[in-house]
């Protein structure tokens, strides 16, 4: 039985490693390279979790010197990028916030009004600059509009792949967490439509799109109304719910 689950977990491996390969190839990334990035994740997560250098040591089947090189490589977290998401998401699902506000607080609430909500420690200043860059907000005159809450959707490049990295990581702990914990398991659902007619593939994207932004958001407010959320609490501790669509038929 072990053996047979060994077996699985090496199957699911080579299936992650291969959905990578477009990216690989698009960004002239090696094969080696990739996998000293994934080697030097993994070790540094076996750090992070406490375990001793000779642990790290055994669990890696590196040498010591191999093993310490890659610790000292440090690949941290942009934080900014993953608070923006957050405030993206927050305003998007946020019932008492108009899409389209006022810059100069000539109305309320107003744009301070959402970024002191869902902002964190960003700056309504920084968050202006950065989503107008991206394409995330428009503005016109005194009036800031949201365009689109997906941060990724900016083709390749770095923010994109900040944000692919933090939501990947978040689907893989979730699984790996419902395999150890069966009886607690985290939510995970798939829905999806087989024999779908060619000419309405795109079609049944959009309703799926709008369908689930409408019951995402619907269910972030009765938890709101539920007095699930306490804004003074700090945002380092945080539990949610990420949705993928995927197509077989969309070009990679």
């Not at 108009?98 to 607080?105: A, D, I």
């Not at 959402?114 to 968050?127: A, W």
């Not at 380092?236 to 669509?245: H, L, Y």
Request: net charge neutral.
């Amino acid at each position: 039985m072990a053996s047979e689950r060994l077996t699985s977990l090496e199957k699911m491996i080579i299936q992650v490693a291969d959905a990578f390969t477009d990216l690989l190839v698009a960004e002239q990334v090696s094969v080696k390279r990739f996998s000293d990035l994934v080697f030097a994740g993994a070790v540094q997560a076996l750090k992070k979790k406490g375990l001793s250098m000779q642990e790290i040591i055994s669990h890696s089947g590196a040498a010591a010197k191999t093993v310490k090189k890659y610790l000292r490589d440090e690949y941290h977290d942009k934080k900014g990028d993953i608070l923006v998401v957050r405030f993206l998401s927050g305003w998007a699902a946020d019932s008492e916030m108009p899409k389209e506000l006022s810059l100069s607080g000539e109305n309320f609430p107003d744009w301070q009004s959402v970024c002191s909500r869902h902002g964190g420690e960003l700056t309504p200043n920084f968050l202006k600059r950065t989503l107008l860059a991206s394409g995330n907000i428009a503005i016109r005159g005194d009036r800031v509009s949201l365009v689109s809450e997906n941060y990724a959707n900016n083709g390749r490049s770095g923010v994109t792949y900040d944000y692919v990295g933090w939501v990947l990581s978040h689907h893989i702990k979730t699984i790996s967490h419902n395999v150890n914990h069966p009886t607690d398991p985290l939510l995970e659902r798939t829905i999806y439509g087989f024999q779908i007619k060619p000419e309405r593939r795109e079609e049944l994207r959009e309703f799926w799109r709008e369908e689930l932004s409408v019951a995402l958001a619907k269910a972030r407010e009765s938890a709101r109304e539920k007095g699930f959320y306490d804004p003074g609490l700090p945002k380092d501790n945080e539990m949610g719910v990420s949705v993928i669509m995927w197509d077989d038929q969309a070009p990679t």
